[in-house]
């Protein structure tokens, strides 16, 4: 709404950018979607399976792991992930690792971790 507020009452001024970016499309006031308010709407597609590769060894070098883990079985699981749903998944196997006393992630981890992510985007 602030973002709304500071919006109204410009004059047009053409060396002023405004960038906005969701990943929430269905919970932005209808006020900011309006005709006139934005100028150009760009749809960026979910990463594809390399790419979430590629996401997920950036996120999973930083995370403690003593055991093979197949990372492409893993990205199998995660098709409908975009970069933040990797990072999270990272976090979740952590925590699910923290939870049995464990200072590393296994592949079981993981896939709790993905089932769990799954589970809240069929929620919402």
Known sequence: MELLNQMDGFSEINEIK????SNRPDVLD???LRPGR???KL????PNKNALLEIFNI???KVKSRCFVDSEKIIDLCRNFNGADIRNLCTEAGLFAI???RDFVK??????AAKKI????NLC
């Not at 749809?43 to 979910?46: A, K, Q, V, Y």
């Open 43 to 46: 749809h960026i597609p979910l």
């Open 59 to 61: 996120y999973f070098k």
């Open 99 to 101: 939870r049995e006393e």
């Open 107 to 112: 592949e079981d981890d993981l896939i709790k």
């Open 30 to 32: 209808p006020a900011l």
């Open 118 to 121: 799954l589970l809240g985007k």
């Open 18 to 21: 405004l960038i906005m970016a």
């Open 38 to 40: 934005l100028d150009r």
